[in-house]
């Protein structure tokens, strides 16, 4: 059996800039996450007064969990504590755009020793934690693939075409 792999071009120097530094990689993982949102938002969209209410909520759910993360690495004052709102879909679409932004912004504020760092907080059941950044990003970007997936399974069967965010599909277009 004979085996392929990919080789290294030694000719192509550094590497491109979407993963040039940790920061550079999760600027462009959640840019694929704004768009992976689109989608889902599209596709709820294109339903009508056919759109079940529990994707609406799995996307609220994944927002919010993105905003209340962000305002503990900042320290917000404004603890977030309804992490399944009852959001309709134009304040999901609406809280989309300003989340991703307000993730975005965070992204381009710190450098990457800052995402390496510690810091403390204090979880929904009162628990003091230390957690790292990049272990955050981590997080809220596996959280939003996982719960786009189960908007997927619940949009798919409605839908004249099964929606797809997987990003891969994101990366063939730019």
């Known amino acids: 059996m004979t085996e392929t792999f990919l080789k290294a071009d030694a000719s192509a120097g550094a590497l491109p800039d979407a993963v040039s530094s940790y920061l550079a990689y999760f600027a462009r993982l959640f840019e694929y996450d704004r768009w992976a949102n689109g989608r889902a938002l599209d596709a709820m ?43 309709t879909l134009a304040e999901a679409a609406t809280r989309a755009a300003s989340i991703g932004t307000l993730v975005q912004r965070f992204i381009e504020s710190i450098d990457d020793a800052m995402l390496l760092a510690e810091f403390e907080y204090t979880s929904s059941e009162g628990g003091r934690y230390r957690n790292r950044p990049i272990d955050v990003l981590t997080q809220l970007s596996q959280h939003g693939c996982y719960h786009r997936g189960q908007i997927a399974l619940e949009l798919n069967p409605l839908l004249p075409a099964p929606i797809s965010t997987d990003y891969i599909v994101f990366s063939r277009i730019g």
Do not use: N, Y
């Open 45 to 87: 969209r294109s339903l009508g007064d056919r759109l079940p209410a529990r994707p609406v909520h799995r996307l609220s759910h994944l927002l919010i969990c993105q905003e209340m993360w962000v305002g503990r690495m900042t320290r917000s004052p404004r603890p977030i504590t309804d992490f399944f709102p009852s959001w």
